[in-house]
């Protein structure tokens, strides 16, 4: 049985909706380096909940330099770091300070906008298009 999508839908076929994607995979500029000197770059990250938001704003360290907030925040939603047992807000805080920034990107680009595409334009020719971020190191393609 064929379902009919509403009307004004052109050929009045209903959008073929994928599932929602809850995990992304993504892979660290640099790296985070463990206590044995373990490089790990390949990784995942959950989509967040209003509870992962509400609640480090509870955290003492948060209330006095709020900056904190995104590492708390990243520490509750990566899900998994290359072969680490667990990740938590003090393995975030040991990170380099690109691949901060990089997840920081990387959680506004699937919570905000639901995908891992960003928009681009070559510095050269000005063309405009589009890079997926999950799973590809900086400047490679």
């Known amino acids: 049985m064929r379902r009919e999508g509403p009307p004004g839908v052109a050929g009045g076929a209903a ?5 929602l994607r809850t995990e992304f995979e993504f892979e660290l500029p640099r790296g ?8 790990h770059r390949n990784g995942a990250m ?3 909940t209003a509870r992962d938001e509400l609640v480090p704003l509870r955290d003492v360290r948060v209330r006095e330099n709020p900056a904190y907030l995104s590492v708390v925040l990243l520490g ?8 680490l047992g667990s990740v938590h807000d003090g393995t975030v805080e040991n990170m380099f ?3 901060l920034a990089f997840l920081q990107d990387f959680y ?6 639901g995908h891992t595409r960003a928009a681009v334009a070559c510095p050269h020719c000005a063309k405009s298009f ?3 971020l999950a799973g590809s190191r900086l400047g490679e393609s």
């Open 15 to 19: 959008a073929v909706r994928e599932p």
């Open 32 to 39: 985070f380096v463990d206590e044995s000197g373990t490089v």
């Open 46 to 48: 959950r989509l967040a």
């Open 76 to 83: 509750r939603v990566i899900t998994r770091l290359g072969t």
């Open 97 to 99: 300070a690109s691949d």
């Open 108 to 113: 506004r680009q699937i919570n905000a906008e």
């Open 130 to 132: 589009e890079v997926e």
